[in-house]
């Protein structure tokens, strides 16, 4: 019977370890759209931007991943972005136990972008941090907590909980894009290069 019940975990770890959207050692998903992009939000101006629920393509295998289809409009002084308060998916998890950890993203676009992700804390302040060149087959971003920064100091996670994550495709050119997102998770090991 021992010898069952050991082979039986064994083989659950290795399962959930090919699982799309399971989480090994301390990561926990936060969003996978497997069940679509209910509590996303967007925010435009001179420009327009639809989410939708994409189940034709998703990251490591997923069900299908968060689709941003934009358009800029000529001209200057546009702005647009989507976000999500992610304080439902804590589940009562504080941000302090992830203050050494990293934040990470599955990313694709149909051009390569620069994606501005902000972390909009409780202290009122917007940290940033900058992905360049978004190719256009599914990419890993580990993003460290210390590499988002406001005004050259880094947000520290002991002091300050994260009360919005905001995803800002930049602008390239004039005609319409698509951007997509997939598996965004968290994790309290710092992030490994």
């Given at each position: 019977?021992?010898r069952?019940l050991?082979?039986l975990?064994?083989?659950?770890?290795?399962?959930?370890?090919g699982?799309?959207g399971?989480a090994?050692?301390t990561?926990k998903?936060?969003?996978?759209?497997d069940?679509?992009?209910?509590g996303?939000w967007?925010?435009a101006?001179?420009?327009?931007?639809?989410?939708?629920?994409?189940?034709?393509t998703?990251?490591g295998?997923?069900?299908?991943?968060?689709?941003?289809?934009?358009q800029w409009?000529p001209?200057?002084g546009?702005?647009?972005?989507?976000?999500?308060?992610?304080?439902?998916s804590m589940?009562?998890?504080?941000w302090?136990?992830y203050?050494?950890g990293?934040i990470?993203?599955?990313?694709?676009s149909?051009?390569a972008?620069?994606?501005r992700?902000?972390?909009?804390?409780?202290?009122?302040?917007?940290?940033?941090?900058?992905?360049?060149?978004?190719?256009s087959?599914?990419k890993?971003?580990?993003?460290?907590?210390d590499?988002?920064v406001?005004?050259?100091k880094?947000?520290?996670?002991s002091?300050?909980?994260i009360?919005?994550?905001?995803v800002?495709p930049?602008k390239?050119n004039?005609d319409?894009?698509?951007?997509w997102?997939d598996?965004i998770s968290?994790?309290?090991?710092?992030a490994?290069p």
């Open positions: 019977m021992k069952t050991i082979a975990c064994a083989l659950l770890a290795l399962v959930s370890a699982i799309p399971m090994a050692g990561d998903v936060l969003y996978s759209f069940k679509g992009t209910d996303w967007t925010f101006n001179g420009a327009t931007l639809k989410l939708s629920n994409d189940a034709t998703g990251a295998g997923s069900a299908s991943s968060l689709l941003a289809s934009y409009q001209g200057g546009s702005y647009m972005g989507i976000g999500i308060q992610p304080k439902w589940a009562g998890d504080a302090s136990n203050n050494k990293h990470t993203f599955n990313l694709k149909d051009v972008i620069t994606a992700i902000e972390l909009r804390a409780s202290d009122k302040k917007t940290y940033t941090f900058h992905v360049t060149d978004v190719p087959a599914w890993t971003y580990a993003i460290g907590f590499k988002f406001n005004d050259g880094g947000i520290d996670l002091a300050v909980d009360d919005q994550i905001v800002v930049q390239v004039d319409a894009h698509s951007f997102m598996n968290i994790s309290k090991d710092p490994t």
